[in-house]
């Protein structure tokens, strides 16, 4: 049985605790899948590499407004995916070949991994092994809804958001199923490259996890350009010579080239056996762990969507700094932050948030004051013509300490990103505000008009 001084188990953000100060430590990692995890090859990372040229048609398509006559010929899709994956292939292939090649203190085992025990685990290759320390970094994979007649997802015309992206050509009709930031996302990619979108949403409203307000908006918006159904189902999936017909609850039939599963993703935990290494779990699936990424067995931590309910990559790399550090330094641990945790959705318009939505601040019994500003009424948005943008900030009317903040429309995922740093460090809306220069006329007069209005809604 070999020994080791620590094994990780997945190579997303797992992966990148293992540097240059672990050279005199042996390594197992071990990884059942495509080098790299989730963002890099199914996530984060091919995904916006898709919707950059979704929003530059987008962009095109609404040059009208501004005087600019612009036509899109058409969309290369073969091309467009091969950008992607001939970028996102190699470095998938490089990482696993530098891991298994070139770290002489570094063993990896691709097949999947079971514990047996104690830090003790089946290597799923006929060997079993033994660690010091583990990393359970394990991720997450799509939920597959139960559906009468459903063939499996990633064969033929049913996908998920791992096996969509790698079509051979674009479909005509896309039927999709779900109504979070995987299908807003989507719809906004295949609408934009001139696929026909229905998006059936078994709720009320799209991105509901969003504020109220801002899922509002965006469900209306998202009913101009796409065929949203909301309160809808699917009964029944069948198969015909050119495609698949789904007979949906409210009683109509819907014909689609290709069906995309978009609801949902869960732990990885089930497959790891964590029982037998002591390792909780919760009603949810996550693997339990303190502030310190510590599971409730010695020596075992976990970082990621097998930990947390988050599912953001920038929070994954925020657990593994944290255990990597607390690898190398047990004497003076650090604790993860996850405070003012921010997320976007890159669809149209964007999507961006951090700390409480309104319902949230309600359901807590917080009092707050909450500002408003228009992307309409700055220079830019003038420049823009965007007449539906807004953003949205909630404040403790006292002191100004920001409780949250939510922003629809063109660059949100940046423009919030001051915001971000206003909740971390603590500073009011008022500081951030007079506390330096904003450039005019920037869209960033965005945000700075939203902190100005904190004032006058705590005047008010």
Known sequence: MHHFDLAVIGTGSGNTIVDERFADRSVAILEHGTFGGTCLNVGCIPTKMFVYPADVISAAAHGDRLGVH????????????????????????????????????????????????????????GETITADD??????????????????PVGSGRVHSSDTIMRLDELPSRVGIVGGGFVASEFAHIFASFGTRVSVLVRSDAMLRAEDEEVSARFTELAGERWDVRLHTEIRKVEEYGDGLRLHLSEGSVLDVDVLLVATGRTSNSDGLDLDRAGVDVDADGLVVVDEFQRTTARRVWALGDVANAFQLKHVANEEARVVQHNLLYPDDMIATRHHAVPSAVFTEPQVAKVGLTEQQARALGLEYVVA????????????????????????????????????????ASNLIQPLIAAMSFGQSAHDVARGQYWIHPALMEVTENLLLGVERARRG
């Open 134 to 151: 583990v990393v359970v970094a394990a991720g997450s994979r799509v939920i597959v809804p139960d559906i009468d007649g459903l063939p």
């Open 372 to 411: 408003r500003q228009s992307y309409s009424g700055t220079a830019y948005g003038w420049a823009m013509e965007d007449t539906t943008g807004f953003a949205k900030l909630l404040a403790e009317p006292g002191t100004g300490r920001i409780l949250g903040a939510h922003i629809l429309g063109p660059q």
């Open 70 to 125: 612009a036509r899109v010929e058409g969309v290369d899709w073969p091309a467009v995916r091969d950008r992607v994956f001939g970028r996102i292939d190699p470095i998938s292939a490089s990482g696993r070949t530098w891991r298994a090649e070139k770290n002489p203190n570094v063993t990896l085992f691709e097949s999947h991994a079971r514990f047996v025990g104690d830090r003790t685990i089946d290597t799923g290759g």
